[in-house]
């Protein structure tokens, strides 16, 4: 990978003072801990230490701390030899020695056992790792980049995680910000996915969102950053049946559905979908607009209008799934349809 192909899309201030960060951190050999809810993007921020240090052309070797049972992180960690405990049939190096030159990105650092923190508090302090059944250390030259959405200092308070190990990982700490706090970052964010889903899915050209999806997406609290983000935008792209109208229709919760459970929907369904952030079409009845109207009927017609479009597209333009969400007929809704001449 080219070392400046690294692509951070945002614009909001507290998301580029943490990119302007890395990039100043990158070339120094010091270790990093990146801090940050899931779905932030800590991964890219390891990455880009990785790419802009002096060490761009060795090995970025990364290991998910939380993956591995606790009885097998160390093996995985420092390797092991032939032998050293059963179904160790041949000897094996661990990441450390396969980062060797380079970068060990170490994420969900906080899950790591005491005793998995001990070995790794010596590979910093004295860069050098002994394998499981080895007295034997090797040599090792690594830049160790952590990641956790703890917070480390609570965990050494508790006696979860040593501080004498803290303290030789946080030369520099980037925390990174919720999406629900990057001002901006949201529209950019889902226009960047939105487009590139909809050239996947050979779409001529891109219809940008509606505005029921808009207030919708901006409402949401996304809790799994912009990694749900990008999942609910490019799940709703797909989704949509007409590629020449704006997409309205959104469903955070893939899960979510009037079956669920064997319950089929009912009175209920409403609350829960209020629950599961599903763009709903809202109804205006502010009445502050029509100071000026001179036509009753007019204003009416317009109304009537607007419920009919806000309605189709929440129901994706199925005409008849939108006749049973009016509680109107089939051939009642293909009537007004026509009326307003949106038949199409």
């Known amino acids: 990978m080219d070392r400046d192909n690294i692509q951070f899309i945002g614009q909001s201030s507290a998301f580029l003072d943490a990119v302007e960060r890395a990039s100043r951190a990158a070339p120094l050999n010091r270790p990093v801990l990146v801090v940050g809810e899931r779905g932030t993007g800590k991964e890219l921020i390891a990455e880009r230490l990785h790419r802009l240090s002096t060490r761009w052309d060795g090995p ?23 032998g050293a405990f059963t179904g160790a049939t041949r000897a094996r190096e661990g990441r450390f020695e396969e980062a060797d030159g380079g970068t060990l990105f170490l994420d969900e650092l906080g899950t790591l056992s005491m005793g998995a923190q001990e070995r790794l508090l010596r590979a910093v302090e004295y860069g050098e790792v002994t394998r499981i059944g080895s007295s034997r250390p090797v040599r090792v030259d690594v830049r160790i980049v952590g990641a956790t959405n703890e917070h480390l200092p609570n965990m050494v308070e508790k006696g979860r995680f040593r501080a004498d190990l803290l303290d030789r990982l946080c030369f520099e700490v980037i925390t990174l910000p919720p999406l629900r706090v990057r001002e901006g970052d949201i529209e950019v964010l889902s226009e960047y996915y939105g487009r590139k889903m909809a050239a996947e899915l050979g779409w001529d050209g891109w219809p940008g969102f509606g505005e029921i999806a808009i207030r919708a997406l901006e409402d949401h609290i996304w809790p799994g950053n912009v990694r749900e983000l990008r999942n609910v935008v490019e799940r709703a792209v797909y989704r949509w049946a007409d590629p020449a109208q704006s997409v309205d229709y959104i469903q955070f919760d893939p899960f979510d559905s009037p079956w669920h459970g064997g319950v089929a929907s009912g009175p209920m369904q409403g609350q829960a979908d209020k629950q599961n952030n599903i763009a709903e079409p809202r ?20 109304f009537e209008k607007a419920v009919l479009e806000q309605a189709l ?32």
């Open 283 to 302: 109804f205006s009845t502010d009445l502050s607009q029509a100071v000026d109207v001179t036509d009753f009927r007019e204003a009416i017609e317009k």
């Open 313 to 344: 597209a929440k129901c994706r333009y199925n005409k008849r799934q939108t006749a049973k969400a009016l509680n109107l007929s089939y051939d009642q809704l293909r009537h007004t349809l026509k009326k307003h001449d949106l038949l199409g």
């Open 60 to 82: 970025l070797v990364t290991i998910n701390c939380a993956a591995l049972p606790e009885t097998l992180i160390e093996a995985e960690l420092f390797g092991h030899e032939a």
